[in-house]
């Protein structure tokens, strides 16, 4: 206990400025001690503007004080070294490699607790305390320590940087918008930093929600896991009775139709299994990508957020349908009633019912398995919230209508640079990447022609190969007051059908059928196709002609 007191006592007589054992103590009128030789080298910095002041206390003295001995506090100081106890901080208060040193201490340097937005400078717990005990500085901003308060500095004026120019985003100091950021649109960086807060937070909510959907979604496919396995082992369960009761000429087809299954079985189980595992992929890619924004949204420093933030707020679309559409319990019941057949048609299956056992086998379909809707109501079950994306749009293209409407435009838009936006051709492409059965419907007013197109977001952006349906990245439907042209792979087909100013498309992704409607009082098929689709599709639209629009409508 005695030890204890002591250090509390020499702790007490350190001086402010050095942070160590008082040497040579001298008082100052204000009532603090410190080092002769600290408290001359810091009132020498001051001798030009002719006030001198205390370190920590902050109160002024004209003229410069005489300084003397304090002869008591160099007894005292004399017989505590004696006691062999040392004053200095331990050894985790001075600033490593990693940390923020305070830039006041002289020698070793400790840690920063506080960075001062005010000063642009880090201060430890002792050079800090004027900041709470002097009224001016108690207005000033401090942040946790950080080792880039020179970033907030004008590389031009030498200023703070405190306001933020939207024109060119980024952030200025108060002289900027006199001379290089002159008419600009130039706020506030706290008035900025609460905007981009905003939508930060709105990020956050769509990315919850989507961590939400897609747990929901991975028990679906775990339920749908044991769905097949349950559906399979009755199946095969069943088809042994039956063949069972065969002769032994049929022994063979039972074990091929079991082998078949078993297959199958493991073909559709790894498919959902590969899907839950990309699910959860995407679960732990958006908890991430939340922790980000959080710790983002956590900055204190406007200018550190507003510098980081475009590269961390950016949130990529998903590469998933929106939900999992789980059908009814049918997974191998059309094989139980193909063996019911062949028992019942010993001489047929020998030779001609078993190649219709086989197929019913390779059909199974686990999740795709409904037909194609024959009305428009069956239609808009599967109708999609689609949207495009400015960055894919040609300058001469307006979108309007939250971006769903595109306009065209006799004379290119200002708009910025961008790696995805197509070049050569009128064209747009939508934000969302499309998998599974979606349905969309497309307004349209033609001024010379609209393309109704999907393509993969891999396609060109520029030369003749960049066009809808030039290429075998895009299927495209040209609508004109004329009729109607197919492209594919730069081959084109007439299209026969009644002139409609809506357009109905429907994707059945896996299946790999993609059917275009024409949609007034009904629908009318316009063309069908029917292929593999090796990547997630997107919606395009290419239009051109004075007056020209296309727009995704809101179906319900």
Known sequence: MAKKRVKLDLESFSCSICLDVLKEPVTIPCGHSYCINCIKTHWSGEDQKGIHSCPQCMKTFTPRPILEKSTMLVDFVEQLKKTGLQAAPADHCYAGAEDVACDFCSGRK????????SCLASYCKNHLQPHYDVAPFKKHKLVEPSKKLQENICSVHDEVMKMFCRTDQKSICYLCPVDEHKGHDTVSAAAERTERQRELEGSRQQIQQRIQDREKDVKLLQQEVEAIHQSADKTVENSEKIFSQLIRLLQKRSSDVKQQIRSQQEAEGS???????KLEQEITELKRKDAELKQLSHTEDHSQFLLNYPSVSALRGSTHSPSIKIRPLRHFEDVTAAVSELRDKLQDILREEWKNTSLRVTVVDVLLSEPE???RAGFLKYSSEITLDPNTANTRLLLSEGNRKVTFMNEPQSCSSHPERFRDRFQVL???????????EVEMRVGGAVYVAVAYKNISRAGDECGFGRNDKSWALKCFPKGYLFWYNNMKTYISGPQSSRVGVYLDHR????????????M???HRVQTTFTQPLCVGLWIWGSGATAELCKVK
Not at 271 to 277: A, P
Not at 430 to 440: F, H, I, M, N, V
């Open 511 to 522: 299946a790999g059928i993609l059917s275009f409607y024409s949609v007034s009082g009904t």
């Open 524 to 526: 009318t098929l316009l």
């Open 271 to 277: 498919r959902v299994k590969e899907l839950q595992k």
């Open 430 to 440: 939508s934000r969302e990447s499309l998998t599974g059965r979606c349905y969309w």
């Open 110 to 117: 400790l840690k920063a607790i506080k960075s001062c937005l």
């Open 373 to 375: 809707p024959k009305s």
